[in-house]
């Protein structure tokens, strides 16, 4: 399975321990909220910059960003019969009411523009 893979190189190579991350996006400089806050505010501008890249390649004409790809990882977890109690721990919510009000939003907003379709 590719993630796994990936997820065992980046644990491999990286990973130190307790207070390490797999993932080289935090590390040891990274010590205040506010250079966390920032570093964390600038890999998802690259991350929604290269996003936006792959939909052009594929010819895509929605616009992808990481709200985009969480909407959509929640979306299919609901449809697949996932349980909204599993979605809110995959989402990191605090509580079940908060999944429900994000999975609500985004079907309502999956609706109306097939209500606009319509018409």
Partial sequence: MPAIDILKYYKKTYYDGEDSYVFPILNSTHKTAKSIDYRIDRMLKIVNKDLKEIATLAK??????????????????????????????????????????????????????ASMAIL
């Avoid at 109690?85 to 079940?96: D, K, N, P, Q, R």
């Avoid at 009411?97 to 907003?109: G, R, V």
């Fill in 60 to 113: 895509i004409d929605e616009i992808l960003t990481t709200y985009v790809a969480r909407h959509s990882y929640a979306t299919i977890m609901k449809r697949s019969g996932v349980s909204t109690s599993i979605i809110s721990e995959a989402l990191g919510h605090e509580s079940e009411k908060t999944t429900q009000i994000y999975l609500d939003t985004f079907e309502s907003k999956v609706l109306d523009e």
